[in-house]
């Protein structure tokens, strides 16, 4: 099946510092990734639409200047957490569909996630 | 608003014993719902998945949901549970708003006991 990767799969930073973190669609074009954010025990909430090429859609409520978003390419998106502070520390999940287009029946395919710990 | 219901927050069974996760959506159009499973250390995995025909779907695993639209439900159920089934298990269904959204729900954390 498709695969996602996620580059780190945990990081630990000092407050104030910018943290990025990659997702990959390993074998597959995305034009479009999703990234998540999920709290200990809690479910995952949609942060951001990453398209490629555009800007990304940010979901109410979420800080587009804390949470920069670039898709560069058919295969990378990225999310930078800029001047990271402890409330920041959570589990990022990206995830990416399997076709080019949009379409609520698209199988979308997760990333591991990556770890934030902000001290 | 768009929303989905998990309203069980961990669920323990035994081994060999039969399951059922409930979930419930609140959604106006026809929605395309998902079951997904999320281990420690790993991404969530897509089990099942209902668009529409058979509201009955069989997923991997073992696994197979109903579909109930009079009832905005769309349980996940098991004949016979693993000990390697234990882990977190998330309802979603997806929006048609112009793009492609997934809503989750809060999750039901399932406890295999042998």
């Known amino acids: 099946g498709a695969v996602v990767s996620q580059h780190p799969s945990w990081v630990i930073c000092k407050s104030g510092t910018s943290v990025k973190i990659e997702c990959r669609s390993l074998d597959f074009q995305a034009t479009t990734m999703f990234w998540y954010r999920q709290f200990p025990k809690q479910s995952l909430m949609l942060m951001a639409t990453?398209?490629?090429?555009?800007?990304?859609?940010?979901e109410q409520g979420v800080e587009k200047d804390k949470f920069l978003i670039n898709h560069a390419s058919l295969t990378l998106s990225t999310l930078t957490v800029t001047s990271a502070h402890p409330e920041d520390s959570s589990f990022y999940i990206c995830?990416?569909?399997?076709?080019?287009?949009?379409?609520?029946?698209?199988?979308?395919?997760f990333g591991p996630g990556t770890r934030l710990t902000v001290l | 608003a768009q929303s989905v219901t998990q309203p069980d927050i961990h669920i323990t069974v035994s081994e060999g014993a039969s399951l059922e996760l409930r979930c419930n959506y609140s959604?106006?159009?026809?929605?395309?719902l998902f079951w997904y499973v999320q281990s420690p250390g790993q991404g969530l995995q897509l089990l099942l998945k209902?668009?529409?025909?058979?509201?009955l779907v069989q997923g991997i695993k073992g696994f197979e949901a109903e579909f109930k639209r009079s009832q905005s439900s769309f349980n996940l159920r098991k004949p016979s549970v693993h000990w390697s089934d234990a882990a977190e298990y998330f309802c979603?269904?997806?929006?048609?708003?112009?793009?492609?959204?997934?809503?989750f729900g809060a999750g039901t954390r399932l406890f295999v006991k042998a």
């Open positions: 995830s990416a569909p399997l076709s080019s287009g949009i379409s609520s029946t698209d199988t979308q395919y």
């Open positions: 209902y668009f529409s025909g058979d509201t």
């Open positions: 979603a269904v997806a929006l048609n708003t112009g793009g492609f959204k997934t809503i």
């Open positions: 959604y106006g159009a026809t929605p395309y």
């Open positions: 990453s398209n490629e090429g555009s800007k990304a859609t940010y």
